[in-house]
């Protein structure tokens, strides 16, 4: 199964690239496919591509979203 996650840009790089936010882990990703992102910007990434800006309140909504999901998946687990 693949995900991609809502991040936000942090640091523009050289190249076409970026740091990006992912859950306070920072890491790089392209932006070879997104025209206009600058820093504070939330993007939509996947394996190491920014795909898409995404609007920041569609952002908070799905990282909420997928916050919950991971505790509900967390409290079924065993102890």
């Given at each position: ?51 898409n800006?995404?609007d ?24």
């Open positions: 199964m693949c995900l991609a996650v809502p991040a936000r840009v942090v640091e523009l790089l050289d190249d076409d690239r970026a740091t990006v936010s992912l859950g306070g882990v920072k890491v790089a990703c392209s932006l070879a496919l997104v025209e206009g992102v600058e820093v504070g910007d939330y993007v939509i990434v996947h394996v190491g591509y920014a795909l800006k995404l920041p309140a569609e952002a908070e909504r799905t990282l909420a979203l997928l916050a919950e999901a991971g505790d509900a998946v967390a409290g079924a687990l065993p102890a």
